[in-house]
């Protein structure tokens, strides 16, 4: 079967980095991906890995090791906006091209 | 503007009422899919499509239909089979190679 497990919900200040962990179990991975949700909003998307390593976008960065079934998404100077939640989602050959998503980490950003 | 569009907004079923989702895409996107989002949980997969005139159970199709008759068009029919059909449902749409899923604003299906 499939599994996606991360964190329920994290807690930080503006200005500070936050990394937000996710593990998953799948057969015939093809990529992970990081979407934002805020409150009663559609997800919108954030990063894409397929390969091991870093993917930076400005004040998001995303990491993969395939090896480990391991992901994490990094925020950095976080800004009260960021307050949001954060859903990893995989990619398997299981079913096309659609993602199975993790139940994501609310994130709230205090001053 | 290409994108995903939704309707309605908010939808009411009453009991032993199918009622029908609309999603409309205009960024010439071969796949699409539906999902639903419960409170505080995340989103799983009803059926998605990877090319029109065909389509693909998902995790929890039972009480749900689809059909794909044209490219752009993917419209969710949520029956009186579905006992639980109070959600948020957001329909996605990628192109064939699947880098990334764009979503729609989403739509709120609540019952009387």
């Known amino acids: 079967g499939q599994n996606i497990d991360q964190p329920t919900e994290m807690t930080a200040t503006e200005g500070a980095i936050v990394q937000i962990n996710c593990t998953y179990q799948?057969?015939?991975?093809?990529?992970l991906f990081w979407y934002q949700q805020h409150a009663g909003e559609a997800p919108t998307f954030l990063s894409y890995?397929?390969?091991?390593g870093l993917e930076e976008k400005g004040r998001f960065s995303s990491f993969l090791s395939r090896s480990k079934g391991y992901s994490y998404l990094l925020l950095k100077e976080l800004q009260m906006k960021d307050s949001a939640s954060y859903l990893c989602a995989v990619r398997s050959n299981q079913a096309g091209t659609a993602l199975i998503f993790g139940k994501g980490t609310t994130l709230s950003v205090s001053s | 503007d290409g994108g995903i569009t939704q309707s309605p907004k908010y939808l009411f079923r009453k009991e032993g009422q199918n009622v029908t989702l609309s999603c409309e895409q205009n960024l010439n996107h071969d796949a699409m899919y539906w999902y639903r989002q419960d409170p505080g949980q995340g989103l799983r997969l009803i059926y998605y499509s990877q090319i029109v005139n065909d389509f693909q159970k998902g995790d929890i199709a039972e009480g749900y239909s689809v059909s794909r008759e044209k490219k752009e068009s993917f419209p969710l029919t949520v029956t009186s089979a579905q006992k639980n059909p109070t959600a948020f449902y957001l329909c996605?749409?990628?192109?064939?190679?699947?880098?990334?899923?764009?979503f729609g604003p989403g739509t709120r299906l609540l019952v009387l």
């Open positions: 890995n397929v390969l091991d």
């Open positions: 799948t057969s015939g991975f093809n990529g």
């Open positions: 996605a749409s990628s192109t064939g190679s699947g880098e990334t899923q764009y």
